[in-house]
C-alpha cells in the first residue's frame, strides 16, 4: 500500500491549482496585473514515494496530461563530476544547467503532451547547440570564426529538408552533367549560401541572441563574434554565472513564445497546463539550489511571465540554510493565498527569494492511524487533476473547419477574381487589365469583332501580320513623340485618331483584315515619322488607332469612348479615317460632333456626308463628281468605238442604308443621262444577305445578265466584295469577250489586293480611283519614300506590287491637319490646340494654303462649303490579263504632271 502522507489532498489541490492555466490572462487571477507562478519547494523528509505520486497525478491529468520531468539533482551532478572533472566548480555547475535544461526541452518537446503542445526550443537549441560545439580553452581567432559558421551551416542545411536534400552528396551525382552547370551552380551552392546569410539576419533565434541581457559586454556587435564566444567560453574571460543565466533566458522565451497567447496561433490556446519541472533533491552540495536561485534571477531580472512550474524537494537540514518561513499545509491562509497577498503589495521591490514558495510535507501516517482511511480517500480525490479545456475555436475541429472555410474563401476568391478576370478578358478582347489597351477595346459578341482604340499596339485580335506590324510601328512612334515632347517643350503634343473599318465589310468573314485598311494606316504612320523627324518644326504627332468594326458599325461607341479619352487627355484635337459611306459612318460623324472633334475623312465620297456635319471635312471628291467624271470617259469611249451603244448597265446595292452605293448610283444616272446614254438600273442584294431583300437577286445573279448585251456599258456602283461576285459570273459565262465595265472608286479595294485581283487573269476591267497611279514605293514622293523606310515588306521588288492610293489618302488627311496646325502656331503664337481652334484653322486650307498632296491638290476653297476639296483627282485605272493597274487618264488638279484628259467635264466653279 502507498503511504499516505498527512494534508497530502490540500498539497495536491495547491499542486493542480498552480498548473492550471486561466483561459484569458496567466496566474494568478486573482491578482490581475501581476502575472506570476512561485517556485514551490517541499520541505520535509522521506519525499520519494511523495514525488512518485505527483508525477502519477501530473501524468494522468484530465483531459490531457501536463508536460512534466522529474529530475534526480544527485544523480545528475554526479555525472557532471564524473565527465567533466576537468572543469573549474563554476564551469561544473554551468555543465550541470546545461544538462538539465536538455533533459527538460526534450521532454517538453516530445510528442507526450500531443503534437500540438510540442514546445520548439529554437533559442535554447542554438545556445546549447554552440556551447557543445568545442571544449577548447584557446582564445578565439578567425580560424576559430570561420570554423564555427561552416559547421551551422551545415546545421541549418541539416535541419530543412529541402536544403538538406540540395547539399546532400546523392544529390550532387544525380544532377551533375544532367542539368546546366549555372543551375548546378546555383541550387547546390548559391541558393543555399544566400538562404544562410539571410537567415542569419532574419532569423528569430538569431535576433533574439544578440538583443538578450546577458554576456552584453564586450559584444563585438555581430553575430559571429558574439557566437564564437559561446563556442569557447572558457578559455578565461566569460562569466559562467552569465551563460547560466543566457541559457535559462534561452530556455524561458522559447517557453514565453509558445505559450504567447495570438488569435492566429491555436497551439498557444491550446496549452491549458503549465510546465512543470520537478527537481528532486536538491542542495548545496549538488548544486541545485545554485540552479533554482538562478532561474528566480533571471526571472526577476527580465521581468517576464515563465509558463512553468519548478518544484524542488529538499529534506529539513537542506532548508534550514534558506531563511525564508517554511508555510503549513494547515494554515487558515493557504500558501498561496499567503503568497498572492505577498505579490499584491510587493510592487517593483521583489528580490529572487521572493518566488520561493516553500511548504512542509507532513511525515506518512503509520499504520493504524485513526485518519489514515479518510485521508487516503481525500488524497486519492485530489489526485485526479483536471486542467482546462482548450476553447472551442482553438479546438481540431473548429480549425479544421475555420481551415476549410478560408480554404473555401481563398478558392472562392480566387475563383471570383479569374471569373471576373475572365469577363474582364472576354469583354476586352482577351486583354488582362494590365494591358496598356485592355481599357479601350471591347469584344463585340454580337459580330465577334474587336472594337476600341488602341494606341500602344493591340491589333484588335486580327490575323494579318502585316496589319499588326503597321501598330506596332505605330505604338513605337507615339513612344518617341512623347519622349520627343518631353525633351523640347516649344513643340506641344497633339493626337489624332484614326478611326477606319479595320477589317471586311458587314457580309464578309469579319476576321479577315483588308489590305486597303492598312495601307491607310500605313499612311498615317508615314506622316506621323516625317512630323517627328530631326530638324521639323510645329507640333508633335500622336496617332490613335480606333477600330469601329466592320462597316463602320460600332461607329458611335467607338466615338464615346474617344469622347471619355478626351477628359483625360487633352491633346486629342482630330479624327481621319472613317472609311465607307453608310449609315453608320452618317451614326459616327453625328457622335465624334457632339464630342466637339473636327473630322478629316480619307475614302468616304457619298454626297450628303457633309450636310451632317460643320466639323466634317474630306480628302476624297464626292460621288456627283466621280459621276461627272465616269459619264465623260463613257462619251469618249463611245466616240472612239470602245463602247458600241451609247447604253449603260448600272448595277447598285439595294441596301439603302449604303450611302455610298445610293447616291453614287443616282449621280450616275443623271451624269449618263446628261451624256444621251440609256440608263437600264440594276440592283442586287449585298453579299449573302438575299434574305434581308425578298425577291431581290444577288450580285452573282445579276452578273449573269451582264454578258446578255455585250455592247452596252456597264458600269458598277457597289462595294468590291459584291464586285467579285459579278465579275465571278462574268468569267464563267461571258469568257473572254466580256462588255466594257467600269467600277465605281470602291473597287480599288479589289485592285489593292493581289491575292484577290489574280482570281481573274483573262478580264479586264477599268475602275475609278481617287489617286494617281504613283503608287510605287519606288517613287520620289513623300509617301512612298517614307514607306520604304518603315514598311519593307509593302514594297516588294515584284510586278504585283500595287497600292491602291488608301495610303496616299491617308498621309493627305494627316498633312491636311499638319497645314492646320502650322497656320494655327504662325498666325496665333502660343495658342493652346484645341479642337475648336483646328476646325477653325481647317477652313484656310484653301488658295495658296491649298495642299498639293500625294492624291492630287486638297483645295477647301469654292462653292463646296469648305469641306470637300474643290476639283479633287480621279484617275481612271484598267485592270487587264497582266493583272496589275495602270492608269488610262486622270481629271481635276495634280500640280507639276501631265495635264488633265481632254475629255474631263468642267472645273468646279470656284476652282482656283
Known sequence: MEPVFAHADKLFSLLNRLVRRPRKGELPPEVPDRDAIPVLGLVGDRQDRLVEQVRRALGEAQPRRVPHEVIAMDERWDEVAGDRADLAPDWQRSELCRRVLVQLAQEYSSARGGHDRRVRFRRFGLVNWLLEMTCTDEEPDSRHDQGMLSRLRDREFERRPVLGFLRSPGTEVALQGKVPWWAYVFGLYVLPLM????WRVLGSEYRWLLRQPYMAPGDPGTFAGFALRLTQPRWGREDPDQVVKLMINAFLEDLRVAYRRRLWRRRAARRTAYCVAFLRGVSDANRGRALVRSFMEVRRETGAFDPLLIITSCTEDEHDHERTRVRSLTEELTPYEAWCERLRSAGRSRGADFWYL???????????????????????????????????????????????????????????MVERDGRWKEAHCGLARSHADAATVTWQKKTGECVGVASHGFAFKADDRKLDGTLKVIAAQNRRAEKIHRMSRNRPLVTLVHVSAMFSSPDNEPSEALSYAREQLQGVASAQWRQLGPGVRGPVLRILPANAGSGMRYGTEVAAMVGGMMESDPTIVGVTGLDESRQATIRTIGALTRAGLPMVATTPSADTLDDHSP?????????????????????????????????????????????YSRTLWEDVRKAF???????????????????AFSGTPGANSVGQDVCHDKKRMVFFAGRSEDFEDVLHSVDSICGSSEPFILGGDDVARLGADAARRSAFHRLTYDFLDFTPNTASCDGSGNLYSTMKELFQEECPPVATTYLDGHAALAFDAVSVYLRAFSYLMEKARGMELTPHAVWQALGTVHGDRALDGESGVVDFGGEAGGHTPVDKLISIQRVDSNGLPAQRAYCGRWTGKTPAAHWCPASEAGAS
Open 673 to 691: 443621262e446628261g451624256k444621251d446614254f440609256v440608263v437600264t438600273p440594276r440592283k442586287f442584294a449585298p453579299g449573302s444577305r438575299t434574305d
Open 195 to 198: 538562404w544562410f546569410r539571410a
Open 615 to 659: 466639323l466634317y471635312h474630306q480628302v476624297s471628291p464626292q460621288n456627283w463628281r466621280e459621276a461627272e467624271v465616269a459619264a465623260a470617259y463613257a462619251g469618249e469611249l463611245f466616240k472612239t468605238g470602245k463602247v458600241k451603244k451609247r447604253e449603260v448597265l448600272v448595277l447598285y446595292s439595294a441596301d439603302r442604308s449604303d450611302a
Open 358 to 416: 516553500p511548504v512542509r510535507v507532513p511525515a506518512p501516517l503509520p499504520e493504524g492511524h485513526p485518519d489514515l482511511e479518510a485521508q487516503n480517500e481525500c488524497t486519492s480525490a485530489a489526485r485526479r487533476f483536471t486542467v482546462g479545456r482548450p476553447p472551442a475555436w482553438a479546438g481540431r475541429a473548429a480549425t479544421t473547419g475555420a481551415v476549410a472555410l478560408a480554404l473555401a474563401l481563398v478558392v472562392g476568391g480566387v475563383g471570383g
